[in-house]
């Protein structure tokens, strides 16, 4: 079969005849229908990612570890799971029947692969505990993942969406009932997120940390003496940067409150999926995608134009 092989840490997917994978007891054969390509997948390839080793350490190896596809009976599942050197960029993969779940009709391949952008903005409500009527910010909207984000905190009955973002053009697009552009000196960032703060931010979905989320911890912090309302902020990505410069005052008198997207995830992600492929169905949430063949994929792999759209690998 064909599968995209990356042979370096870095290196570009190329495509290889490999040896079919063999079902065993317990395994399924799957073809492949649908990969997306995330950040994640090139962190990992590029040995950036704190799961990288396993990959790195069986190159040559087919990167991605999910995706969509049909069992031998034609049922469209979701597969996960997938071990270093296998992964999802193939024609057909082999996993574990217990790591594939049945893909609800009506939600294209192309489609069900993306769909963990729009679940995982769900940890706004599952994590950060969002109820009708609060005030989101958005930090990173202008990615995949934050644009979705924006479209689930209205679903979500958001009564204020903030936006960040550093490419004025995009920031428009996006939806928010306001924006900071954080492309600017660091004084300049402080003033926008207070003024842009309303009452408060009540449930930050983070995908940068770095910079901006120090810049946000340090306009939290109020001039005077007062008791804090919460701002919850739940960590999902760290797109500026791996760590940042927390000041005692940030968490001590600013009513920071920092979560894990995982918070709450073993209880509350099976209606997060269930609520976000509804919304898909009825059309209430779109999902930005950029389909392309599984022969181009040193072609896709390097594309730096998609633009708030998620890249999702396809058979031919
Ligand atoms: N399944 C998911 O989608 C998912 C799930 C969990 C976590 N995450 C994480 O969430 C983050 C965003 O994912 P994505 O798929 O939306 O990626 P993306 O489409 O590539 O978007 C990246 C976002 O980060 C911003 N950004 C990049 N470098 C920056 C910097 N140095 N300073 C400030 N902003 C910067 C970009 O802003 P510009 O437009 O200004 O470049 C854009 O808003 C990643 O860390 C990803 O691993 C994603």
Redesign the pocket.
Known sequence: MKAAVVDRPGGVPEIREVPDPQAHDGEVLVTVAAV?V???DR?IVAGTHYTAAEFQSALPAIPCFDGIGHLPDGTTVGFGGLRPPRGALAEHVVVPVAHTVPIPDGIEPPTAA?L??????MTMRTAGGLTAGETVLI??????????AVQVARLLGAGRVVA????PA?LKEVGADAVIN??VDDEQVVRAFRENAGERYDVVLD??????TELLARALVPDSFALPKPTRLVQ??????PDIRLTADALRTSGLEIYG?ARNAATGMATAYQQVVEWVLTGALTIPIVTMPLRSIAEAWTRTD?????LVIVPG
């Open positions: 997306a995330e950040n994640v962190a993306a963990s952008s729009a679940i995982t903005a930090q990173g909207a202008t990615g995949v993942a934050g644009r979705l960040t973002g550093r490419d995009a954080t492309a995908y940068l940390w770095g910079r901006p999902i990505g760290e797109s500026a940067g997207a998609l633009r708030g759209r998620r």
